[in-house]
């Protein structure tokens, strides 16, 4: 085998002790967990926006970004649930480049797992505690869900993990919301499927146990774009895409019919301030359609405080260092115009 077995690193019930999430702050976490899924079913009412920073990159400016997103969550907390974006896991196309949190804690080192699995715990507890948010990260590695099972109230599953059986079977097994995209090449019937495998209860192995999972009704789709076979990015959030997916969703009597719509990657084509543009426009779409509007529950915007992005490395307070996000003031406006444009 032509790899290192470096060292052995702490199991997730290990790091769950040294960092233990208090009864008063698993409390927080389980209320957070309601309000989303009753937002998902369509029991509230409400809109849900996934939002934050394309991968989160330094503690500090990912804690300030998301106090203030609570000041505008209370402001709007009749009309939208907001999920923050803690991503601490980045995937990589080609495998090269910074991978997030987890592998760079700094990411002006080299990479350090132990200190990684640490850093993102802290992280997400410090959100929990300073600001009441239980946030969204992605399952890049299913065997790793476990260090922040009992913290995080959303999961996402990626464009390239979708279609690959041990995510949609831990999906299964999971008590939250779970996310999952289109792949990049667009193909909705493999969404359809991985929803379809994860809202099913399954037998398998999970970190060296058999385990049996549930199903998950909460699983439900994002849509992303997509990019053809000569690199054109492709959107797929338009009116007509929207009552397509509705009428597939129907046919198979998935359990609660719902779709995020992804207001960047190749639906804005990597351009960040398009994000605006697209999310009112499917707000417009829900205003034309009953069937839109139920369906559509949700968006998912890449933001941070700065506009743009920049190198791993640059100085630039709160910029992305890895997909270009919108910056605070566009994003504040943007959300009070959702919550008007909700009516």
Request: with cysteine; proline share 6%.
């Amino acid at each position: 085998m032509n790899m290192t077995f470096y060292r052995k690193l702490p199991i997730p019930m290990d790091i769950k002790t040294e960092y233990p999430l208090s009864p008063d702050l698993a409390a927080v976490k389980a209320a957070e967990d309601i309000e989303i899924k009753k937002a998902l079913s369509g029991e509230s009412g409400k809109f849900i926006l996934v939002i934050g920073p394309c991968s989160a990159d330094r503690e500090d400016p990912v804690i300030d970004y998301i106090s203030r997103l609570r000041k505008v969550q209370d402001r709007v907390s009749d009309r939208i649930v907001i999920v923050p974006r803690i991503y601490t896991n980045k995937p990589r196309t080609t495998g090269d480049g910074y991978k997030g949190m987890l592998h760079q804690p700094d990411p002006t080192e080299k990479p350090d797992m132990l200190k990684g699995l640490i850093a993102i715990r802290s992280l997400h507890m410090r959100a929990l505690r300073e600001t009441g948010f239980s946030c969204a990260d992605e399952m890049l590695y299913p065997a790793n869900h476990r260090y922040l099972s009992d913290v995080l109230s959303y999961v996402a599953v990626g464009a390239r993990s979708v279609e690959n059986q041990e995510h949609r079977l831990c999906a299964s097994g999971l008590d939250v919301p779970v996310g999952m995209k289109n792949p990049t090449a667009g193909d909705l019937s493999v969404m359809l499927n991985s929803i379809t495998a994860a809202q099913h209860p399954h037998t398998f192995i999970y970190r060296g146990w058999e385990v049996k999972s549930e199903g998950n009704p909460y699983t439900h789709a994002i849509l992303r774009g997509f990019i053809d076979a000569r690199g054109v990015s492709h959107p797929n959030y338009h009116y007509e895409d929207l009552i397509s997916l509705c009428a597939e969703y129907s046919a198979r009597g998935l359990c609660n019919p719902a779709v995020i719509v992804d207001t960047n990657h190749a639906n804005s084509g990597k351009q960040f301030l398009e994000q605006i543009r697209i999310a009112k426009e499917v707000l417009h779409s829900r205003r034309h359609s009953a069937d839109i509007r139920s369906f559509v529950r949700g968006l998912m915007i890449e933001s941070y405080i700065e506009d743009g992005c920049q190198k791993p490395g640059g100085t630039v307070y709160g910029q992305s260092i890895t997909d270009p996000c919108l910056g605070w003031e566009k994003t504040e406006r943007l959300i009070y115009d959702i919550a008007e444009g909700l009516d």
